[in-house]
């Protein structure tokens, strides 16, 4: 099974300031890596597929990178609404989630 | 829009069953590849399981802790994907959501509905 590790587990941050996320898989996932933002009580919301396609509806403050091991979200300028539970989510073996990311107020 | 709405979620004992629906619209359910998806109290996210679509044969997969006891199925007459879970166990308690794919990926989501397995 492939295990996605997030970090950091806990970002404070400001809105307006840039905030930077990562997911490192165990092994090879080549590009087939995707972001979902969770809030509280709500269903995830699909982010970023393939590792750097925003989907349907994303801003475009919202920007994926990365492939083989090692991958970041980046959010440029938080809004108040990106406060969140950030998920990243591989597909090249089955279907693994890491284990969040939460981004909180400062 | 798409539409996924789960129902079926309650209280059960351990060993027992329940079987989760979730009722979509707006979409060609026929043809999408569905998935349900866990997420235990104050945890992260768990696949459980997936349905292709029946035009793709409509076989079914699961994750190591579930099969055996879980069985994923649909109706395209009704437009209803299920989930029968059976043997169950108190590390089954989550909210569970049903989700369409896109390309592997977890596309739409249901709003979810929470099974809780306790003596």
């Known amino acids: 099974e492939i295990v996605l590790t997030q970090s950091p587990a806990t970002l404070s941050l400001s809105p307006g300031e840039r905030a930077t996320l990562s997911c490192r898989a165990s092994q090879s996932v080549r590009t087939y890596l995707a972001w979902y933002q969770q809030k509280p009580g709500q269903a995830p919301r699909l982010l970023i597929y393939d590792a750097s396609n925003r989907a349907t509806g994303i801003p475009a403050r919202f920007s994926g990178s990365g492939s083989g091991t090692d991958f970041t979200l980046t959010i440029s300028s938080l809004e108040p609404e990106d406060f969140a539970v950030y998920y990243c989510?591989?597909?090249?073996?089955?279907?693994?989630f890491g284990q969040g990311t939460r981004l909180e107020i400062k | 829009e798409v539409q996924l709405v789960e129902s079926g979620g309650g209280l059960v004992k351990p060993g027992g069953s329940l079987r989760l629906s979730c009722a979509a619209s707006a979409f060609t359910f026929a043809n999408a590849w569905m998935h349900w998806v866990r997420q235990a109290p104050g945890k992260g996210l768990e696949w459980v399981g997936r349905?292709?679509?029946?035009?793709?044969?409509?076989?079914?997969d699961y994750s190591a802790p579930v099969k055996g006891r879980f069985t994923i199925s649909r109706d395209a007459s009704k437009n209803t994907l299920s989930l029968q879970m059976n043997s169950l166990k108190t590390e089954d308690t989550a909210v569970y959501y049903c989700?369409?794919?896109?390309?592997?990926?977890?596309?739409?989501w249901g709003q979810g509905t929470l099974v809780t397995v306790s003596s």
């Open positions: 989700a369409t794919e896109i390309a592997g990926w977890f596309d739409s």
């Open positions: 989510q591989q597909r090249s073996d089955w279907f693994t």
């Open positions: 349905i292709k679509s029946e035009t793709d044969g409509g076989t079914t």
